[in-house]
Every structure is written in C-alpha cells, then in structure tokens.
C-alpha cells in the first residue's frame, strides 16, 4: 500500500509487474514520482519547472507524451532528450537526469554536474548505484525495484523523501535521512 501511496502513477498494492504497466512507462512514473518528492537546495525547483533529462534511446519518448504541457503538483514540467555524445553540452538545467548504460568518461561527466548543478541522477545500467550513481532502477522477479547510493546522492544536494528512501535498498554511506 506504501507504493500506491509514494508512487501515485504506478499501480497500487506492492511491486510493479511488467505485464502490468509497460517498462518505459514503469521507468517514466518512477522518474516522475522521485521529482513528486525531492527537495532541491534553498527551495531552488519549488516555483519552477522540473527538467527531466532523458538519454535517447532509453525511454521511448512516447511515454512522456503531455508532460511538457503538466505539472507536477504545483510545477511545470519540462521532458528533454540528450545523446551521450551530445549530454556535456546540453546538460544545463537538468533536475533529474536518466541514462542508459554510458561509458566509464561520461560517468565522470554526468557524476560531477549533478554535484555542481544538483540534478538527481537515475539509470537501470546494472551496477550504476555500486560505482556511484544515484539511483538504479532494476528488476527483481519481473518487478522494479530501486537502489540508492545514499553517499553519491547526498554530494547532489537533492534530498529524497524517506517515504522513498524507507522502499529503496539503500547501498553507499551516507549520513541518512
């Protein structure tokens, strides 16, 4: 019941199945709801609109179809696309950042802006908590699931609600919530 709670997109009553929902749009709630309740610093995100940034080719950009002309309780929301090789020059202003598996330089790239500019970082690359991204999306028996480094996400100055946090498996210190 915590989920239909947290994750008001995705269907009530525990884990989301992947017969239920397609991936993408599972993947596009998630990424909805981890903006629903984050904090950014000083209050930054509270008047203005949210910047998804999303990796090509890893949502369908179908998925968000609308959401440039929604919100997200009181906020505007805005859905960019970026490639890899593009993302260091399209990156500014991004609030919650998604990729793909990316390779070990762009990490670095990514991992450093979300310091300086506070954009949360999410991907389902396996591994991607463990090597210091912020949160990994993965399934666990046809069921989506998340893990936060909490020590890499802390550095972004993003704060998660700990009603996200309390459904997370947390890997990486951190100073907790």
Known sequence: MVLATVFALLPAGGPVHLNELSEDTVKAGFLYNFAQFAEWPDGTLQT?????????????????????????????????????????????????????????????????????????????AEGFAARGGHVELYLDGGQFRFRVNLAAYERSGVRLSSKVLGLAEIVGGGSGQ
């Open 48 to 124: 203005r609109r949210v910047v998804f940034c999303v990796q090509t080719g890893s949502i369908r950009p179908g998925v968000f179809r609308g959401w440039n002309r929604g919100t997200n309780g009181t906020r505007p929301l805005d859905v960019r696309f970026f490639s890899e090789t593009e993302a260091p020059t399209l990156l500014g202003g991004c609030d919650i950042l998604y990729t793909s598996d990316i390779g070990a330089a762009q990490f670095e790239v990514l991992r450093d802006y979300a310091v300086r500019e506070n954009t949360l970082l999410v991907s389902d």
